[in-house]
């Protein structure tokens, strides 16, 4: 038996610590789509702040929904 034989029989590979790795780039999307959309809502105050606060609420519920992508990233991560 050669030595690429034994260390081939000898070496298995299992997918441990792949589901943080999938987490960590699922991560990416919803990070970047909240700094954008927080960044957004604070141009939409500073050129019209009268409609402050329906412009919070607006950018309360895109952060909500780009939040959910990241949660749907961990779950998946765990599952697969």
């Known amino acids: ?3 690429a034989q034994t260390l081939a029989a000898d070496s298995t590979i299992t997918g441990k610590g792949f589901g943080a790795i999938g987490y960590g ?3 990416i999307g919803p990070g970047i789509g909240v700094g954008i959309v927080a960044g957004k809502a604070i141009e939409g105050i500073a050129r019209q702040p009268e ?3 329906q412009i919070r609420t607006t950018m309360f519920l895109g952060i909500a929904l780009s939040e959910a992508l990241a949660l749907i990233g961990i ?4 599952i697969f």
Do not use: Q, R, T
């Open 1 to 3: 038996m050669s030595i």
């Open 25 to 27: 780039l699922a991560a």
């Open 51 to 53: 409609l402050a606060g």
């Open 75 to 78: 779950v998946a991560g765990f």
